[in-house]
């Protein structure tokens, strides 16, 4: 999955927390946040913009990243209640995809 792909494809389902999402999905959209967070926070700490915008874009992006985390932790054959976890969703997000059905 490219990444222009991921990107839609999370965008598309920002709501669903059913379905699966490959490792490479979860990935380009982590990163496209991580990036849109950098450039945001660097245009707030030289005075660009103002504060409440990154709070408000932290908002925006709450949802697709809390339902792509549960759509990956399906992908690899887990519940989806396991992205509530820090430490055990980050090991998660490496396993490979599990060709069995949702749980």
């Known amino acids: 999955m490219t990444f222009s792909e991921s990107i839609s494809s999370v ?3 920002y709501a669903t927390a059913k379905g699966r999402a ?3 999905e979860y990935w380009w959209w982590a990163l496209c946040f991580a990036l849109t967070m950098f450039i945001v926070t660097s245009l707030r700490v030289n005075h660009i913009i103002s504060f409440p915008l990154d709070g408000l874009l932290n908002l925006v992006f709450l949802c697709p990243n809390i339902c792509v985390a549960i759509r990956r932790c399906h992908d690899s054959g887990h519940s989806g ?3 509530i976890c820090p430490i055990v969703n980050i090991i998660m997000m490496f396993l490979p ?5 949702n749980k």
């Open 97 to 101: 995809c599990d060709p069995h059905e």
């Open 81 to 83: 209640w396991w992205s």
């Open 22 to 24: 490959s490792r490479s």
């Open 11 to 13: 965008l598309s389902n």
